[in-house]
């Protein structure tokens, strides 16, 4: 069975622990909605409220995986990409797990598996060099014992579920006559690829048709690139142009290309692909997926937190060709709305450096937030720092909205 975890905010709580952990999943295509119940879970804790009650099923004798989906931000990060280890105190989940870990091997147990199942490109080999940091300035005789008896395999998820309205609940409470507060509405299609290092033995999990991998980096990269990439171009451009679902943004004739683009000729340009994987049926799939019309995944979402994101999906793309000697015009024009979006005019910026990107624009202005972000200077320079004509080409796009 499955113990859950929110670090933050006690709604996932709520909503599953009084139905026991059970709950709906709607797989939603033009087809119509299929309903599943699924009751895998069997608590879900908030971590404010019972800090000692994780500790403690991290540390049971019976656990053995602990899974974790962490937002960009959420790994506690410098900008250099080192741990912050003031952010990561109190509310991270490194000093809970630094604690079980400590509980284990004062109990004389087996170490665990701690599989990362997120979108942060090589998030195992991340989650565990972050984890080394913390624990040589918290717990430095911890360090020994993490490295021979714990594992840190990285794993790559791919399934859109965007976020649950009233509306989707009413419709399943319609079809199946159950109210689900917990109801988790999603696509048909989902892909997990998972790196096969495991401590202390996993599940069967490829009879569920996940795939069991020595190296997850070409499926995660495509993903990060060409899905993420793409959804992240999507959300600004398609935002600018007053849409709120994918599926309408990607419709829209005057996006579209630039999204084909930036999928097909500039992010899967940029990639090594592993044997058998088929980059151009990948973007037809993604396309098809992005267009279903059943699925309403609001671009206001997938905007959130830009400047974590936007570095692996679309910086490292830019760093790649521009090396070669080439631009990339549908990023370009996916950065400059990016660029006009935290901005911030009309509209709130949900990202943690919001004020920071606010104030740049104050002090610098349209005609200089390009070089401030991207010059050889810049915020992200230690990303992608832009050439001459890199940055003409984004003045240019600021100029005259090039989407």
Known sequence: ???????????????????????????????????????????????????????????????????????????????????????AGEGSFYPLLCRALRQRRDAGLAGVTLLSCDNLAANGRVLERLLREYLAQIDPDMLDWFGQHCTCPSSMVDRIVPAT???????????????DEALVVTEPFSQWVIEDKFAAGRPRWEVGGAQMVEDVRPYETAKLRMLNGAHSALAYIGLRHGHTFVHKAVADPAIRPTIEKLMREEAASSLRPAAGQDLSAYADALLARFANPALDHRLAQ??????????????????????????????LAALAAWMQHVRGDGHIVDDPMARE?????????????????FGRDGLFAHNWAADGAALVALDACLASNCT
């Open 1 to 87: 069975m499955i113990t859950g975890v929110s670090l933050r905010s006690p709604d996932v709580a709520r909503q599953l622990n009084p139905q026991d952990g059970l709950y709906l999943l709607a797989e939603r295509s033009e087809e119509g909605t299929a309903y599943r119940l699924n009751g895998a879970i069997n608590q879900v804790i908030v971590a404010p409220d019972d800090p000692a009650a994780v500790v403690a099923a991290i540390a049971a004798p019976g656990t053995r995986i602990v899974s974790l989906t962490v937002t960009e931000k959420g790994y506690c990060r410098a900008a250099d990409g080192s741990l912050d280890v003031a952010l």
């Open 165 to 179: 309205r009233d509306t989707d609940r009413d419709e399943a409470e319609e079809a199946t006559g159950l109210r």
């Open 357 to 373: 990107l606010a104030e740049l624009w104050l002090e610098v202005g349209q005609s200089g937030i390009a070089r401030a972000l």
């Open 302 to 331: 997938i905007a959130m937190d830009g400047s974590q994101k936007i570095p692996e999906r679309w910086l490292e793309v830019m760093a790649h060709h521009q090396a070669a000697g080439r631009q990339c015009p549908a990023l």
